[in-house]
């Protein structure tokens, strides 16, 4: 049953790459390319696209504007960078001296972890399943680091697969500060990999308090995978280009959103 789930949600994923690539698809297509049944095909098109990754054609699909994918950790580190300090800035204020803490992957929690580094809050326990926030905090001598390895993600510098999950889903910590690169008010929080869906999963049921940090360019987007919905979190830390009416709209679907103002 296992690896029946694993080929389903491995095929859906390649036909989202397939109408990425192409604009478009047909269910003809799809059948040779995966050697299934009309059936099966139009089941699977049908699934993805009451998720919004797809647009349902008659005769296959076309292409969302904004499904989204991965970019690498060097092309997201030189985006937004104004945002992503202010965004650190304001999750700082929420850690206390003494706590343990998970630290995702992603560059907005990297400069969290930069500040953790600098700022003058002694006495932390951070985890982290990520090669970058391992590096700013491995000679921070007020911080006792701790990396969760596994599986190697080199796209995203972020260990994620079996070891990573088990020692995750052993662990109690005060908060954890995930990265998101797809949140949409329909969907909640969204990722294109399943092996890394699970690892954000197991750092959420593992922390008391629980906050994402992601910039306002980071909304109105999903993904395949779905990791959490808004009520599973406390707070949504972005900045004042999501707007008042986006924000909104999350509040009604249970989040929790504060906007650090951006100085022009």
């Given at each position: 049953?296992?690896?029946?789930?694993?080929?389903?949600?491995e095929r859906k994923e390649?036909?989202?790459?397939?109408?990425?690539?192409?604009?478009?698809?047909?269910?003809?297509?799809l059948c040779d390319l995966f050697g299934v049944s009309e059936v099966t095909i139009r089941k699977d098109l049908?699934?993805?696209?009451?998720?919004?990754?797809?647009?349902?054609?008659?005769?296959?699909?076309?292409?969302?504007?904004?499904?989204?994918?991965?970019?690498?950790q060097a092309t997201k580190e030189k985006e937004r960078i104004v945002e992503k300090r202010e965004i650190a800035k304001r999750a700082y204020d929420e850690i206390k001296e003494h706590e343990t803490i998970i630290l995702d992957a992603g560059t907005t929690v990297q400069e969290l972890a930069k500040l953790i580094r600098t700022g003058?809050?002694?006495?932390?326990?951070?985890?982290?399943?990520a090669f970058n926030i391992a590096s700013e905090l491995m000679e921070c001598e007020k911080v006792e680091l701790?990396?969760?390895?596994?599986?190697?993600?080199?796209?995203?510098?972020?260990?994620?697969g079996m070891f990573t999950e088990d020692m995750l889903g052993n662990v109690v910590v005060d908060r954890v500060f995930l990265g998101s690169n797809n949140i949409s008010a329909e969907h909640g929080l969204t990722t294109p990999n399943m092996q890394?869906?699970?690892?954000?999963?197991?750092?959420?049921?593992?922390?008391?308090?629980?906050?994402?940090?992601?910039?306002?360019?980071?909304?109105?987007?999903?993904?395949?995978?779905?990791?959490?919905?808004?009520?599973?979190?406390?707070?949504?830390?972005?900045?004042?280009g999501i707007g008042k009416s986006y924000m909104a709209k999350i509040t009604e679907k249970g989040g929790n959103v504060e906007a650090v103002k951006i100085e022009s």
């Amino acid at each position: 049953m296992g690896d029946e789930f694993m080929f389903i949600e491995e095929r859906k994923e390649k036909i989202i790459k397939a109408v990425e690539a192409n604009l478009s698809v047909t269910v003809n297509e799809l059948c040779d390319l995966f050697g299934v049944s009309e059936v099966t095909i139009r089941k699977d098109l049908n699934e993805l696209g009451n998720a919004g990754l797809i647009i349902r054609t008659h005769g296959g699909a076309v292409k969302v504007k904004e499904t989204a994918f991965e970019q690498s950790q060097a092309t997201k580190e030189k985006e937004r960078i104004v945002e992503k300090r202010e965004i650190a800035k304001r999750a700082y204020d929420e850690i206390k001296e003494h706590e343990t803490i998970i630290l995702d992957a992603g560059t907005t929690v990297q400069e969290l972890a930069k500040l953790i580094r600098t700022g003058e809050k002694n006495h932390l326990t951070v985890i982290t399943n990520a090669f970058n926030i391992a590096s700013e905090l491995m000679e921070c001598e007020k911080v006792e680091l701790i990396f969760a390895g596994g599986f190697v993600r080199s796209q995203i510098l972020s260990c994620v697969g079996m070891f990573t999950e088990d020692m995750l889903g052993n662990v109690v910590v005060d908060r954890v500060f995930l990265g998101s690169n797809n949140i949409s008010a329909e969907h909640g929080l969204t990722t294109p990999n399943m092996q890394e869906c699970r690892v954000k999963q197991c750092m959420l049921k593992s922390a008391r308090k629980k906050y994402v940090l992601a910039d306002s360019s980071k909304f109105r987007t999903n993904s395949l995978y779905c990791i959490c919905k808004f009520k599973d979190l406390n707070l949504i830390i972005t900045d004042d280009g999501i707007g008042k009416s986006y924000m909104a709209k999350i509040t009604e679907k249970g989040g929790n959103v504060e906007a650090v103002k951006i100085e022009s």
